[in-house]
């Protein structure tokens, strides 16, 4: 059974690539474009790893990623911040609202597969 990766980016060219890049690694990924499809989606499938958009219509990101730390069988899953804000702070922000992680945006192709694995290894 191969690991399942949750993706939530409103984008869906962002969606696109960050889940083809996970599925040519063998990953299961599953998608959302938005903080509500996420939280039905988490009602059905316990993810080993949610990689979360901060800037999502309606709940952002980080709301989002507040509400799940704080849901019994689901706390533990690490949540990834993806962003495309790299400004002095946003990193810290995103962490303190309880993401385990930060990857900035565009993604690096090259590196992404790599930076998953980690993320996963540290889970």
């Known amino acids: 059974m191969s690991t399942c ?5 409103d984008n869906p060219i ?13 990953y299961e990924v599953l998608r959302a474009s938005d903080a ?7 009602g059905e499938a316990r993810p ?3 990689l979360m958009d901060i800037a999502l219509p309606g709940m952002d990101g980080l709301a989002l990623t507040r509400k799940l730390k704080s849901t019994p069988g689901l706390a533990h899953v690490p949540i990834i911040a993806l962003s495309a804000f790299a400004m002095k702070g946003d990193e810290e922000k995103a962490l303190a609202s309880g993401c385990d992680g930060y990857i900035t945006k565009p993604i690096n192709t090259r590196t992404f597969p ?3 694995k980690g993320h996963l290894r540290r889970a």
């Open 5 to 9: 990766i949750l993706v939530v980016d």
């Open 14 to 26: 962002n969606l696109k690539l960050a889940s083809e890049l996970l599925e040519m690694e063998g």
């Open 36 to 42: 509500e499809e996420a939280q039905s989606i988490l």
């Open 48 to 50: 080993e790893l949610i």
């Open 114 to 116: 790599t930076q998953i």
